[in-house]
Structures are given as structure tokens and as C-alpha cells.
């Protein structure tokens, strides 16, 4: 039975329907992790917990967005790498689709600390602090925690370290860019690992999970090298994935130092089987892709929205934590979609002809 064959056109397609659904599922896994923090935190007055629910490690997520991140940016730039102003383009088009958000929740954030610093975990701010959240530069909080102002940028910290890695390799043949990025991103885990004196950016861009953006380059490299997989296999590959999810949750291999592996792996097995087996789109594909849209927006909004759930329920009487979870996972995703709708989408709009404009004078 033939299970693995190559697609003499691979390399031309540009519609990965799969992999939009599955920015949308990997958004949605944080949100259910953090609902389910905020419950254990005793948002609704009390600490609960749905012991059945936290039986799967619904933060993975970020690992699949991880994945698909070194996924996308081979996928679209392999042709590409030693042409001409290509690097600059790239990391211009990058910083235009990260920062206009992030700098919008960011100071949201920043506002509810200053204005309302019993609404936050964390309310101790520097001037320092909050200029290196904004510059997407690992520092260490008030706290003593090497998160930025916004909790969830960690991750676009390390995003933005990648795209920086990403545009410097482009300067370069395409092995020799490939043998700078796996270089960069080992270096830095040797130094956070064996340099103590080492400053806190370099022992955030050294955690080990930036290997998995180096899953997502193998499993890019291997599909445009035309490597599918027959349709059938994607759900029963699915199941091991998130059977080993829950396997490893259950043993207790939850140490963020092993994440890339026990985490990380699974969530390669999900990407790598969603892109290797085509499928054909149809109007929940279609309703998915939205969704898929608005996962970016999903992921930097839905802690306010939790919170604003939260004190909702604690105005009205209501102490119910699966009338919670019902509510504020629905709330987010409505307002993700409002927000990709009114704010993101216009403000992508109005900034892409800076990258036209750039590509035209040429590079810098």
C-alpha cells in the first residue's frame, strides 16, 4: 500500500488550508489553558479546577505555533535565499504583520497596570522594563520573571529573534543560510546553558524550545521537496500526537527545559502530517481559515477578555466554572474575530505600501 509519494508540483502550491486551521486550533489550545489558570487562580472567587480537562497540556499550543512559524517563513522564502534585497524585505514585511498589535496590547496592558493594578497579576513596572517590552527584548520584570509587559510576548520574543536569525541567513546561499540558522540557534542554548554569566536576553533566546523552529524548516524542506502522505493517515497521526501529549502530561514531563522534545515533537508530528496530507477546501474549511486569520489577534487579546469575563461573572452572582469556560472561550474568539476585522486588517492595509515602496527604491 503506498503511503508516502512525491508531488511533482509541491513546490508551487501556496494553499495550505490545513495549516490555517491549525494556527486557529493552536490558538484556541492557549486560550483553554488560560481559562483554566485563571480558574485555579480563583478568578470566580474560589480556586476550581477541571481535573479532566487538565489532563492534556493545552499551553503546547505555542509549540505548534512554533513549528508552523519555521514551518511558513522556509516555505515561502526557499526559492529565495542570496537574492538581491530579499533579507530586508523579509524582515520588513515581518516587523509591518508583528508590531502594529503587539505595541496596541502591549499598552493596553501597560495601561491596566498604571490604572487599575489590582486587575493584574504582576503591577510593578520600570522605565526600563517597558522599553525593552516594546523593542521585543528579553528583560528581567520587577517580578524577577524575564516576561515582557504583555505575559504572552515570550513567545514574540523569541518569534522576533527567529525572524532576525531568518533575514540574516537570506543574505546567503540557501545551505550555507540553513547551516547560519542551525548554528545561531544552537549557540544561543550553549550559552544559556553553560555561560551563568550570560545576560537575561541571551537565557531567553537560549531556551531550548527555538529547536522547534528548526522542525518546522525540516518538515518546509521536505514538502517542497514534494514529500506527501495519503490522505487517510492524518487522523490516526493526530491521535498519536495527542495521545503522546496526554502520556507525557500524565508522567510528569512537563520541565520547560524539555519542552522542545516532549512537547515539541508531538506538535511536529501535527504540523508535518497536516501539510503532508493535501485537502481539498470546503465551507467549514472556509469558516476555519477565518478563524486561522484572526489567531494572532486571538492569542494577544484573550487575556483581557478573560479577565473582563471574569469580573462580568463576579458582578452578577456567577460562580459557575463550566458557565465560565463556555463564556470566556467564546468571548475571546468573537473578539479576536471584531478585532482582525476592524483593527488589524486596516492597519495591515495602510502599512504594506511601505514594503512596495521599499521594494521599489531598493535596499538599504
Known sequence: MRLLYIHAGAARSTQLHGLQHLRFFAAAMVLVGH???NLERGILGEAQSFDILRTFPWHSGV???FVISGFIMYFLMHERFGAKGVAWEFLLKRLVRI???YWIFTTLMLVAMLAFPEAVNNSDISLRHVLLSYLFIPAEAPSGQLTPILSVGWTLNLEMLFYIVFAISLLFKRWLGLAFIIGSLLALILIAQFAS???AP???WGYPVVLEFLFGIAIAAAYTQGLRLVRWMR???IAAALALLVTFEAMGANEFSERWLFWGMPAAMIVAVTVFCEERP????TLLAYAGDASYALYLSHLFVIRAVGIGFDMVGIGHAGIFLFTGFTAAIAASLMIFWFIEQPLLTRLRPLVTARRRAGPT
Open 202 to 204: 541571551f537565557k531567553v
Open 197 to 199: 554569566f550570560a545576560p
Open 35 to 37: 481559562l483554566l489558570d
Open 63 to 65: 509549540d505548534v505555533f
Open 99 to 101: 508590531i502594529p498589535l
Open 235 to 237: 487522523w490516526p497521526v
Open 282 to 285: 470546503g465551507r467549514i474549511s
